[in-house]
């Protein structure tokens, strides 16, 4: 869990929220399905700013784990794309790749760039896709265009 932000407070206020959050992230988590965990941990690097303060994890500390788990729905319908088709992209001879005159790309739909699979590197941005044929979260990811 050192992804997540550091909280801010007083040392007490600190380690009680700590606490409290850490034991709501790990029952969350623990009730996911083994698919959805890297979702999951992949939507905790973006958080609410409010939740970066100890006085709102020990006001919420009985509804922690509700707000959590509300919280983590919303964020993925909010960031569900629908699934990567596989298309054909020709390039000019000049640029054919390996001599294959282009390459397969996967692209989403009302996305006008590529996605790849994976949560990528540090350039990437995340996208995530529900796969009809597993009936599971996917995670992908885009590389931010550099022309």
Known sequence: MSDL????????????????????????????????????????CDTPSEWENAEFWINNRDAAIGILKKWFIEKVKNCT??????????????YAHEGQGGEWCYFCKGLDFEVYAGSGNDLSKPVLCYNPETKEMEIWHYMPSIY
Do not use: H
Request: proline content about 6%.
């Open 5 to 44: 932000s550091q909280l801010k407070g007083s040392t007490k206020q600190i380690a009680w929220a700590d606490f409290i959050r850490e034991k709501a992230i790990l029952t969350m988590s623990s009730s996911l399905r083994e698919s959805s965990k890297p979702v999951f941990s992949l939507c905790l």
């Open 81 to 94: 794309l629908p699934y990567p088709e596989k298309k054909w992209e020709q390039y000019d001879a000049e």
